[in-house]
């Protein structure tokens, strides 16, 4: 249980949306859909992104973000509500939300195209821009949600 104090530090860490990490990175390998390798041998998970893993599918995840940031120069931004956490899941792997150099969010332009889900397992800063973009992409069938 959260003394009263801790709770209101952790609601106000929550409304904030996200901390800009300073430096930018190189994505050394993509190891699925929605985790990379930096050049300093940091694991990123996407933050509220679940990319499939397995069979045809899971390849197209991966093969997707891989054309998009391997070998790229990316910049993190941490969501204060992954700061109680220390902004790393329980593998040990770095929780960010990934932008490209050109200012795309690789999170949500996974989603947008179709090639992962919302994870709404816990709460998060984007989490209704993320399910609108699931939304759209379900609609219209692009990537994981087009038709056999």
Not at 10 to 38: F, M, N
Not at 80 to 106: N, P, Q, S, W
Request: net charge positive; aromatic share 8%; glycine share 6%.
């Amino acid at each position: 249980m959260l003394s009263p104090r801790r709770l209101i530090v952790c609601l106000l860490l929550l409304t904030c949306v996200s901390v800009q990490a300073s430096e930018w990175r190189t994505v050394r390998r993509v190891v699925d859909g929605d985790t990379l390798i930096l050049d300093n041998d940091e694991y990123v998970n996407l933050i509220g992104v679940d990319a499939p893993v397995t069979k045809r599918v899971g390849k197209d995840a991966a093969s997707f973000t891989r054309k998009l940031v391997e070998g790229k120069r990316v910049r993190l931004e941490f969501d204060r509500a992954t700061a109680v956490i220390d902004h790393k899941d329980r593998y040990g792997r770095t929780l960010a939300y990934v932008f490209l150099e050109e200012g795309t969010l690789l999170n949500g332009e996974i989603i947008k195209q179709g090639y992962g889900f919302v994870l709404t397992r816990f709460p998060f800063a984007r989490l209704e821009e993320f399910r609108r973009l699931e939304t759209e992409a379900r609609e219209e069938r692009r990537g994981l949600w087009k038709t056999p």
